[in-house]
């Protein structure tokens, strides 16, 4: 709105209410959403929240406000309330000119939306008929609604109304569930202070919140008071004895009024979110008579209540502090949330600081499968066999370094092994091969968020991005895995339908693609390789398959030349059916807030994870993931190049040789004959670090053989050969000289032997006495199949550059 536009609207508010209070015009002030009876409605319906199988799982407020009469509201806090919202509440006419011309003035210098200067009698016909918006569209509405609950209404009705409707606690409206929750009270029994501190909060009830920030709920109860002593309600005396006094809390900070059992308390506060994103309030929900029908998992959500009380997967920081933790469950074909902790039991707080949707923190290594890894897939040029670069490694100043101090003089390893290892410098090295705009690019369309300064380092491959995330983000972003590449947008509920009976809202699920199913189906084949052979091998599920992957940050406080343990640890991870995301650690990274290395890492929440899976699936259908048509959920193996052989009399055998691949890595060699050409893998012949091999085998006819390279790390396969054949025959021993007795010297010939105290006999292969040698026979070597590059097999892509090319990019690049 233009500036000259919001001081014209201005003026005529000015102006007409000027008139209107000096009686000067009349003014006929009507709207359509005015009901007098309505704000004074002493029955309430509760809302009925249904499961995911269209059960009822809880209900909202089933007993309704506890209502209480003015004249059970002591009269130090009914004064409390009218010196610091509205002192004029008894003279003015349900508006207050002086107090909205002031704000008037305000919003048009600082081009701001309208808000503040709103009387008692406005605050409650907002909170009866208008949403909470600061448009002057609705602060119109808001003065006209106020002029009229004025004319049906005394002073005194109108302070009973507030008192029953507002929400001074944010759980249940009405001042006396505030005492209950706040003080375990009836409000009549409440002293000075404490009528103070509850006065202050309609303001903001969360940020007042005594429980969640006493620092901030004390500051504001002694502002009340202030006012209470400048508008001569209170004397200095009384001021100064009442913001000495302590807040007095109750002792069960988590009591809840609404009805709600505990292990739904979490879901409860994500739904009044949602919900009020919808454009239904708290207050609404709590008495409108709502059907929610909602995602909710019960028996999942009582697994993760439950162990989430569980302080084994919660260990304590160096001061005795317990760690917290958020986490969140996800249905990958829908979206729909299963579950939610948006905190730990013992520590949960109506409309606190929810640790699965508001944390903002490094996901570590967690992130690698969403920046760097599924990326490079999808780009086509890479797969799970891909050998990336594991050497000292400096780009520009900046050195990654592994955990443990992982040695880097493999120089090499697969894509499946630097991600079961969770190893940085290849994620690191790979970022910067794909670059870091691919990398991130994809993680947003998984649902993450990123700053400007992101793109521009590459330690975002090991979760340094701003502001961070949290496991809600973190599950939506793993539901494009198990989702054949698509993610649906988290949600909880699907459907509400009113008091009468009409549906208000219905979910519209529209799934966002991205990346190639193909892609997808690789990242799951990595990912429970990460489960059965790599650091997250305690996530696993006894009958089931799960795929995952850990992620911690390192806590290194100043001074420090190590990290004595994490600020942050994680695990995302999935079955067929449920995604799932949890994060443990403390509010504040302070020099103590950290959890020691020696209490496990990341494998906390791993098996945490795995036990919430073990419970809340316990029943149900294992399935199986789905891979799609024409893909393998295992990329294959890369192709070990130029396998040759032939009989070699001077090696007493046959000579096999390839080309070699660098790194730490092993050949076996395997050899079969024509009636058993498939029984490679269960005859093994030898173990050689060498690109080379004899194998000493005399017997005439051919002779099959493929070699097989490992990472000697891991013992993981990295490429096999294709099949060759090598023929041994009797000229194979003949060779194409003659060996003379006594001087062992060989004549060229016509390849037989000349008579001496030696002899050949043809076909055994050896060789009896003499001095002789045996010059190479004609022994050939035929290739059965195979191409003679590193290509994924149906294509002419390369896997990954070659060996030889794979080094650190230059300093400074």
Request: charge should be neutral; proline fraction near 8%; glycine fraction near 10%.
């Amino acid at each position: 709105m233009s500036l000259r536009k919001k001081i014209l609207i201005s003026a005529s508010i000015a102006v007409g209410f000027t008139a209107l209070a000096t009686g000067g015009i009349v003014f006929v002030l009507t709207t359509a959403n005015f009901n007098p009876a309505k704000v004074d409605q002493g029955a309430t319906s509760p809302t009925i929240v249904y499961d995911r199988f269209g059960h009822v799982a809880f209900t909202i407020n089933p007993s309704g406000t506890r209502r209480v009469n003015l004249s059970q509201i002591p009269k130090m806090l009914q004064d409390a309330l009218i010196a610091t919202e509205d002192i004029r509440f008894y003279q003015n006419h349900g508006f207050d000119l002086r107090s909205t011309f002031r704000s008037l003035v305000q919003d048009i210098l600082h081009r701001g939306s309208l808000q503040g200067a709103s009387t008692i009698t406005e605050q409650l016909a907002k909170m009866v008929y208008l949403t909470d918006n600061q448009s002057i569209k609705y602060k119109i509405q808001e003065i006209i609604l106020g002029v009229e609950l004025s004319r049906y209404y005394t002073k005194n009705q109108i302070l009973d109304m507030y008192f029953n409707t507002a929400n001074f606690n944010g759980a249940t409206p009405g001042i006396e569930n505030a005492a209950q929750i706040y003080f375990q009270k009836n409000v009549w029994q409440l002293n000075l202070p404490q009528c103070a501190l509850l006065a202050g909060l309609p303001q903001a009830p969360t940020q007042y919140d005594p429980f969640l920030h006493p620092h901030a709920a004390m500051a504001r109860r002694n502002i009340v008071l202030g006012q209470l002593l400048k508008y001569h309600f209170i004397s200095q005396a009384t001021y100064a004895k009442a913001i000495q006094s302590p807040l007095d809390l109750a002792k069960n900070p988590g009591a809840v009024a609404d009805g709600v059992p505990p292990q739904y308390a979490s879901y409860r506060d994500y739904l009044y979110e949602e919900a009020n994103k919808i454009g239904i309030g708290a207050r609404a929900l709590q008495q409108g008579g709502y059907k929610i029908y909602t995602n909710l998992s019960p028996q999942l959500q009582m697994a993760a209540y439950q162990q989430f009380n569980n302080n084994a997967y919660f260990p304590p920081n160096m001061n005795g502090n317990v760690a917290q933790g958020g986490a969140a469950f996800l249905d990958p074909k829908t979206g729909g949330l299963l579950a939610i902790m948006s905190s730990r039991p013992s520590t949960y707080q109506y409309e606190g600081f929810d640790y699965a949707t508001q944390t903002q923190r490094s996901p570590g290594s967690s992130i690698k499968p969403l920046v760097v890894y599924g990326p490079a897939i999808d780009t086509g040029k890479y797969n799970a066999n891909s050998l990336l670069y594991d050497g000292p490694l400096n780009i520009g100043g900046y050195q990654p370094q592994d955990w443990e101090s992982h040695p880097t003089i493999n120089q090499h390893v697969t894509m499946r092994d630097a991600l079961a290892m969770s190893w940085n410098i290849p994620a690191v090295w790979l970022l910067q091969q794909i670059g870091i705009s691919t990398g991130l690019t994809f993680a947003e369309r998984a649902g993450l968020h990123f700053q400007p300064q992101d793109f521009l380092h590459l330690d975002v491959a090991l979760g340094d991005i701003h502001p961070g995330t949290n496991p809600l983000q973190m599950a939506e972003a793993y539901t494009s895995f198990d989702n054949n590449g698509q993610r649906i947008p988290a949600h909880a509920i699907e459907r509400i339908v009113n008091a009468q009976g009409l549906t208000v809202y219905q979910a519209q699920s529209v799934p966002i693609q991205v990346m190639k199913p193909s892609t997808a189906s690789q990242i799951v084949g990595l990912l429970q390789n990460n489960v059965v052979n790599g650091i997250a091998h305690l996530a696993g599920v006894a009958g089931r398959h799960v795929a995952g992957k850990t992620g911690s940050v390192a806590f290194l406080p100043p001074g420090y030349t190590y990290s004595p343990g994490d600020s942050d640890l994680w695990f995302c991870g999935f079955t067929p059916n449920v995604v799932g995301s949890i994060w443990e650690g403390f509010p504040n990274t302070s020099l103590q807030a950290y959890i020691p290395n020696w209490v496990g890492g990341s494998a906390l929440p791993a098996e945490l994870f795995s036990a919430i899976m073990t419970q809340g699936l316990s029943g149900t259908p294992a399935g199986s993931f789905t891979t799609p048509v024409n893909t393998s959920s295992t990329a294959p193996l890369m192709t070990l190049t130029g396998l040759t052989g032939s009989y070699s009399a001077t090696q007493n055998g046959i000579s096999l040789s390839w080309n070699p691949l660098n790194g730490s890595v092993y050949y076996l060699v395997f050899r079969g004959g024509p009636s058993d050409r498939n029984l490679y893998y269960n005859r093994s012949i030898g173990k050689t670090t060498s690109p080379s091999y004899v194998d000493p085998i005399h017997v005439l006819g051919g002779h099959t053989y493929q070699v097989v390279a490992f990472n000697a790390l891991t013992d993981h396969e990295i490429a096999v050969s294709p099949e060759i054949e090598v023929q041994i025959t009797p000229s194979s021993f003949a060779g194409s000289g003659t060996t003379t007795p006594g001087s062992g010297t060989t004549t060229s010939g016509s390849g037989t032997t000349t008579p001496g105290s030696g002899t050949t006999t043809p076909g055994s292969g050896t060789t009896t006495p003499g001095s002789g040698t045996t010059t190479p026979g004609s022994g050939t070597t035929t290739s059965s199949s195979g191409p003679t590059s590193t290509v994924i097999p149906g294509t002419s892509t390369p896997v990954a550059p070659p060996a030889a090319s794979l080094k650190p990019p230059p300093q400074g690049e």
